[in-house]
């Protein structure tokens, strides 16, 4: 008896080393690529992980410099360890310069690349990354979100349930030692990591958590008297843990749910009903991991899915998906549309992969050599985590940056090259879908 379990521990064991010398072995594949393959790189470790990752709509321009100042959030996993913040960043980016001849790279026959370049002097243009505010928070951040109508304004999920809003200009940058809200919402039983603000109405927000519900909550009827908060409106709808809630971008009565029972549910606020939901499908063979609207578009939203794969739908007949995105090798933990190319989504997953989907290219013909590398729709693989997803964010003033953050400390900002992605980027796709 003891003999087999000697055995299967070290079965266990060795499985655990071959599965490290593979990440190993990709990882570096994947940096001797990485300056044919990015315009930007920053690899960063953070004191803690963060599960949580936002760029701020902000950028500061500095005329007489060669970048310019953006705004990240982030938050602390210390497992306890240590006392939990939410932290702001400032990460420099370097502005975008034209091609210069100087920049000229022999052996890849292209110019500028990878964030550095000869014309740019002395000073070059690196990244620089650089927490300048730490807010105490109980226990690890879950999820941190910045409200759109007031950004300095932020929600937080914590580890009992509660949900937090802090308003970061009442906090010093160096933390206290004491967690401090401006305000807590009470009412759910568990914690959660489904929270989004409601882009049409100041205050308003929604929540998903573990306790399978879905709360819906408005700060602007806080009082200084009783800074705890009651929801406004509490739905039970799911039959399992509620991993994700959106606000419809376009329209302000509806709230897109995903959850552990597999169903993609649209609450309809204008409905009395809190036991039900106005529409649902069921299009995934695992858990539902995350939802997005396209921003772009009324109609076309997607979801991820421990089955590894993203669906995508059309809201007018949710009774079918209208394509299926497969790619990655292990459960889609997060999905975000491309700000400003609505044919662009972005995934993140378990398989320590980021991946860029153009749908304008669903359906192209490939040849047998193109198939081996995955879709058509298949644009890009970001490969430089050795760790699960835990968040990235697209920014909002610098097209194709993204921040991306995994399990481990590990915290990447990264520019596709343009040669990648600037070529066929075509404006059609999502309405061509919708037939």
């Known amino acids: ?26 990882y570096k594949t994947w940096k001797k690529n990485a300056p044919f393959l990015y315009d930007l790189m920053l690899s960063t470790a953070l004191s803690w992980p963060t599960l949580t990752t936002q760029w701020f709509p902000d950028k500061q321009s500095h005329p007489d410099k060669n970048y310019s100042t953006h705004r990240l959030l982030i938050g602390t996993h210390t497992s306890s360890e240590a006392p939990n913040h939410i932290q702001i960043a400032h990460v420099q980016l370097p ?6 001849v100087r920049d000229y790279d022999e052996e890849k026959e292209e110019i500028g690349g990878y964030g550095n370049s000869a014309s740019a002097g002395k000073e070059g243009a690196g990244i620089k990354f650089n927490i300048v505010q730490k807010i105490d928070h109980p226990g690890e951040v ?11 304004m932020i929600a937080t999920m914590c580890i009992d349930g509660r ?3 802090w308003d970061k200009t009442k906090h010093t940058s160096v933390p206290s030692g004491t967690p401090n809200p401006q305000i807590e919402l009470i009412g759910h039983k568990k914690e959660g990591f489904g929270l989004s603000w409601n882009p049409h109405e100041h205050g308003n927000l929604a929540t998903g958590s573990e306790d399978q519900t879905v709360r819906l909550w408005d700060i602007t009827q806080y009082s200084k008297a009783n800074k705890s908060l009651a929801p406004k409106r509490s739905y039970t709808h799911h039959s399992a843990i509620v991993n994700d809630v959106e606000y419809h971008p376009h329209h302000k009565s509806l709230i897109g749910t995903v959850s552990d029972d597999l169903t993609l549910q649209i609450l309809d606020v204008r409905q ?30 997607a979801t991820a899915s421990a089955d590894k794969t993203i669906g995508l739908w059309d809201l007018r007949n949710l009774k079918f998906k209208l394509h299926a995105l497969e790619g990655h090798q292990d459960a889609v933990t997060s999905l975000s549309w491309h700000p400003f190319e609505e044919a662009i989504l972005g995934s993140a997953s378990y398989d320590r992969r980021i991946i860029f989907w153009d749908l304008s290219r669903v359906g192209e013909e490939q040849t047998p050599d193109d198939q081996e590398d995955g879709p058509p729709e298949l644009m890009f693989m970001h490969g430089g985590h050795t760790n699960n997803m835990s968040d990235f964010s697209w920014n909002l003033n610098d097209p194709w ?27 059609v796709p999502v309405e061509e879908l919708e037939q």
């Open 272 to 301: 009395a009903t809190s036991s039900r939901s106005a529409v649902q499908a069921q299009g995934h063979e695992d858990a539902v991991n995350a939802i997005s609207f396209n921003p772009a578009s009324e109609y076309v939203l």
């Open 95 to 100: 502005n975008p310069t034209p091609p210069d």
């Open 1 to 26: 008896m003891d003999e087999d379990v000697d055995s299967s521990i070290q079965d266990h064991q060795d499985h655990e080393d071959t599965d490290e010398k593979i990440i190993n072995e990709e």
């Open 163 to 165: 949900v937090m809003i």
């Open 401 to 427: 940056v993204v921040c991306s953050a995994a399990e481990d400390n590990l915290i990447q900002v990264w520019r596709v090259a343009d040669a990648i992605v600037g070529k066929d980027t075509e404006d």
């Open 142 to 152: 879950n999820k941190a979100r910045y409200m759109p109508q007031n950004p300095n």
